[in-house]
């Protein structure tokens, strides 16, 4: 089974310029994810699709970054403009239809950006 | 407002002796309990749900144990090998949510 396929791996930018991440989900998960990941800390949630609503986007900072997921499968996250305190891991994950109830959340190998 | 603490400090042991991790938590009343294994450059792996009316879970070498009274979990990991050196994260969920720990570093030394 193949699992959640992210890109790009990595990018270095400079600040105020923008950004886009993309992410495929594990095959008929309906729960997409992207969280942010800063050095030394835990996962953050961005935000949460299920299938192509979102459940939950209050700790996206949405006057600079904005998601989407078409179709309910694929998914983007853009950052625009970046500033240097966005320098993180971004991972993306699913999960099968029920979210968080117990459920195992599937991670990326995650995407590592550098605002320069 | 919500807290997860996990040891800052890295774990360094010996192969082949019990790591034992721990988390503890304040302001929270998780439904259920999950620990996940990170390495280097890589995204979390999902090893363990325990829920809120369990004492303990085993799987294999790992055992996770929930006391919703001392508001802690802890995360063990018998017969260690250099390959369980990992950082290891937990995670708090219900609600619809699911809020992640820094993590604690392991190591282990042969």
């Known amino acids: 089974e193949a699992g959640v396929a992210q890109s790009p791996r990595y990018k270095i930018i400079e600040k105020r310029q923008s950004v886009a991440f993309w992410c495929n989900p594990i095959?008929?998960?309906?729960?997409l994810y992207w969280y942010q990941q800063i050095l030394g800390q835990g996962p953050k949630l961005l935000i949460q699709?299920?299938?192509?609503?979102?459940?939950?986007d209050s700790q996206l900072p949405k006057d600079r970054f904005s998601a989407e997921r078409l179709k309910g499968v694929d998914s983007t996250l853009k950052i625009q403009p970046a500033k240097l305190e966005d320098s993180a891991v971004y991972l993306c994950a699913s999960s099968p239809l029920g979210g968080y109830s117990g459920n195992t959340i599937y991670f990326g190998e995650g995407s590592w950006l550098t605002v320069v | 407002s919500q807290k997860i603490e996990q040891n800052s400090e890295a774990l360094n042991i010996q192969e082949g002796k019990t790591a034992t991790l721990t988390c503890n938590y304040t302001?929270?009343?998780?439904?259920?309990l999950q620990w996940y294994r990170q390495d280097p450059g890589r995204g979390p792996v999902f090893l363990l749900l325990?829920?809120?009316?369990?004492k303990e879970k085993r799987k294999e070498r790992l055992k996770v144990t929930f006391d919703t009274t001392l508001k802690q979990s802890l995360f063990h990991i018998t017969a260690s090998q250099p390959a369980d050196s990992a950082t290891y994260l937990c995670a708090l969920g219900g609600g619809n949510k699911l809020v992640f720990g820094a993590g604690t570093i392991l190591r282990v030394k042969s």
């Open positions: 325990i829920r809120e009316n369990e």
């Open positions: 699709f299920q299938n192509n609503g979102v459940v939950d």
């Open positions: 095959s008929g998960h309906a729960t």
């Open positions: 302001n929270y009343s998780p439904a259920y």
